[in-house]
């Protein structure tokens, strides 16, 4: 079955302690894509990756890390998490922009900083 | 920067009746114009996508229409049913950057 898969599902962590949500997919897409969602603020870019070792910031990348070693997988990395990167997290990946293709989302991972 | 507005308000319509979502957009008309299904605490889903050179597309139930000249795209259900109860999300593709997504706009369809 064709899937983004994303992990952990839920994660509560303290503040200051680093983590990593991984992210990889089986369809063989170049391109991968990781949002934020916030109540209020819809879905919103952290980083992207048009293919290994490609990769660019979003529209709210402070605070994140992420790596394209290997095309199907795309972690995020937070170095020092802080109770304002509590949110639900999606990864997603597609054949890339302007290709006549939708993307495919992971089931996200819930995060809460204490 | 593009700006892309959906209703606010949920949406809340009897089943079987038609649901029409509005999606307008600031500045340059998108390559693609992509819907997306979301339901609570789950990843959006993929429904359709519309071309800039396109004025409607059909898939089953749903029909999206994209008026460049508006700077719009209505999407529509018919023959509604409470399993349509979801978020829709509507999202552009400028083919040379990445996507970008609307907020969203909830429909309640009501037995």
């Known amino acids: 079955e064709a899937q983004v898969t994303q992990n952990p599902r839920y994660l509560i962590t303290v503040t200051g302690k680093k983590l990593t949500v991984t992210c990889s997919q089986n369809m063989n897409h170049e391109y991968m894509s990781w949002y934020r969602q916030d109540p209020g603020l819809g879905l919103r870019q952290i980083y992207y990756?048009?293919?290994?070792?490609?990769?660019d910031k979003g529209d709210v990348p402070e605070g994140y890390k992420v790596s394209r070693k290997e095309k199907r997988n795309f972690p995020l990395i937070l170095e020092s998490p802080s109770p304002n990167q509590t949110s639900l997290y999606f990864c997603?990946?597609?054949?890339?922009?302007?290709?006549?293709?939708?993307?495919?989302f992971g089931s996200g991972t819930r995060l809460t900083v204490v | 920067s593009q700006k892309i507005e959906q209703n606010s308000e949920a949406l809340n319509i009897q089943e079987g009746k038609t649901a029409t979502l509005t999606c307008n957009y600031t500045n340059y008309s998108p390559a693609y114009l992509q819907w997306y299904r979301q339901d609570p605490g789950r990843g959006p889903v993929f429904l359709l996508l519309?071309?800039?050179?396109?004025k409607e597309k059909r898939k089953e139930r749903l029909k999206v229409t994209f008026d460049t000249t508006l700077k719009q795209s209505l999407f529509h259900i018919t023959a509604s049913q409470p399993a349509d109860s979801a978020t829709y999300l509507c999202a552009l593709d400028m083919r040379y950057s990445t996507l970008t997504f609307g907020k969203g706009t909830m429909l309640l369809v009501s037995p």
């Open positions: 519309i071309r800039e050179n396109e």
């Open positions: 990756s048009m293919n290994v070792e490609v990769t």
């Open positions: 997603a990946s597609s054949l890339g922009p302007g290709t006549n293709y939708g993307y495919t």
